[in-house]
């Protein structure tokens, strides 16, 4: 960033004539930043009796709401300015309708990226309010459970036996080879053609395999889509009966939900989002909530960007890996899916025992099933 894109994103749009005399306009790359600037501390103008229509004409998007304003503040700003910006529309511009007003918040469309803005503001939602958050969480939460445990749960509720053929028809259980064998003395040699006369399919292996599984849950400021889909994934590994699930969350504290594991509502409720990263904490304190280590599956769920000592977070891996608990370190994933860590970290954990991958929740489910076979 330039020098004049840094003083026009500080003085404001009332700066821009002058600064592109001095031929030090905003660039391009920086308009959604100043947008996002503008929706809050334009306001300042305003306290002050200076009128908004003096503003120049532009042919900008369509205006921010407050809840696509909270979602761009977020992605553009790192974490501790993040912080300043929302304290500032609370405290100092009175920005409370999404937080205050029922009738503001059951206006507002119900999806993941409301979800994201409810958690950041968790400690503001009182009263009515809290009960219609509750709600919205609970209606997005069901929405994506309802995409992704039909995949999950075939791909983890029993491995296909191919001893034993169930009477069950299913599509994915179809045996092929063995419906060729079983109808080979109904072949019509006159047409030359194969008579069906019964399918086989495979019956599911539905043998309990004792294994817990534990997520650690980076919930710094940036994770919020990761530990939404942490907490769904929780409640569909902790509806099948081959895994004990307990689930830690964690900042620079160290917060355990295991209580709530089959209820990511609950749990997302209890979620804080914001503050920094101590991961080498987290996975001290899962350590000692290990009780098989060789049935023991731990997922950390981070970026990988540790605020505390690096050397502390390579010894917890270490240490975990020693006891031969199976350790898989995911990548947090942007709203398009793309990873976003740090590399340089999680090769470092990779070399002393961490399985690293950047995995959607239907892949993580294909993972843990090859661990457990």
Known sequence: MSTLDRWRLMLGKFADQRLQGSG???????????????????????????????????L????????????????????????????????????????????????????????????????????????LARRIVKQVVDEIRSKLEPEVRQTLSGRLNRFRHSPMAAAQNFDPI????????????????????????????????????ILCVDQSGSMADSVIHSAVMAGILAGLPAFRVKIVVFDTNVVDLSAYADDPVEMLM???????????????????????????????????????????????????AETRVKVLGLAALDGQAHPMYDRQMAERLAACGMEIAALTPQRLAHWLLKVIS
Not at 67 to 84: A, C, G, K, M, Q
Not at 302 to 319: M, Y
């Open 60 to 131: 900008d998007p369509s205006q921010l709401t407050l809840v696509t304003w909270l979602s761009e503040v977020r992605e553009l700003f790192p974490n501790d300015t993040v912080e300043i910006i929302e304290k500032h529309a609370l405290d100092r511009y009175g920005l409370t309708e999404l937080v205050t007003d029922p009738q503001t918040l059951e206006r507002l469309e119900p999806n993941q990226q409301l979800l994201r803005t409810l958690l950041a503001l968790r400690n503001h939602l009182h009263g009515e309010v809290l009960h």
């Open 178 to 213: 063995g419906t060729l064998r079983k109808n080979l003395k109904h072949y019509d040699r006159q047409r030359q053609q194969l008579v069906i006369e019964q399918l086989r399919f495979f019956e599911r292996n539905t043998r309990r395999l004792p294994w817990d599984i």
């Open 270 to 320: 209890r979620v804080q989002l914001g503050g920094g990263t101590d991961i080498g904490q987290a996975l001290r304190y899962c350590s000692q909530l290990v009780e098989n280590p060789h049935r023991t599956v731990l997922v950390l769920v981070t970026d990988f960007c540790e605020g505390a000592a690096p050397a502390e977070l390579v010894r917890a891996v270490a240490k975990l």
């Open 24 to 58: 030090g306009g905003l660039s391009d790359a920086y308009g959604r930043m100043d947008r996002a600037l503008e929706f809050l501390y334009g306001r300042e103008y305003q306290g002050r009796g200076l009128r908004n229509d003096l503003a120049p004409g532009s």
